[in-house]
């Protein structure tokens, strides 16, 4: 089993940052990749970022391309998502997912049935 576990969310003023944490526990070893879905009200849950565990390669939407990015720490188990110019459309409940499969396009990793794990949410509010 995995959990993950999100944090960082906040109110924030538009054109201001904000850096969300995901801190992973339990299989580890099993992440391929770890990404960053967002979910505003009545909307469906969007693809934001993600990050290949082993490698490094990242992987945005062009909604948030330039703007955010995504990190991680091997040894603390944790991916960061760096939220920088932030609009009033990029509020949203930010939920960080992984899954024990690989998968190797951008396209398969922005589908949210393919992620086993999840994390509960942070709230992220960007004022006008």
């Known amino acids: 089993q995995v959990q993950l576990v999100e944090s960082g969310g906040g109110l924030v003023q538009s054109g201001g940052s904000l850096t969300l944490s995901c801190a992973a526990s339990?299989?580890?070893?099993?992440?391929?990749?770890v990404s960053w879905f967002r979910q505003a009200p009545g909307k469906e849950r969007e693809f934001v970022a993600a990050i290949r565990w082993s490698g490094g390669s990242t992987y945005y939407a062009d909604s948030v391309k330039g703007r955010f990015a995504i990190s991680r720490d091997n040894d603390k188990n944790t991916v960061y998502l760096q939220m920088n110019s932030l609009k009033p459309e990029d509020t949203a409940v930010y939920y960080c997912?992984?899954?024990?499969?690989?998968?190797?396009?951008?396209?398969?990793?922005?589908?949210?049935?393919?992620?086993?794990?999840w994390g509960q949410g942070t709230q992220v509010t960007v004022s006008s």
């Open positions: 997912a992984t899954a024990n499969i690989i998968m190797r396009s951008m396209s398969l990793m922005a589908e949210p049935q393919r992620y086993a794990y």
């Open positions: 339990g299989r580890t070893f099993s992440f391929y990749t």
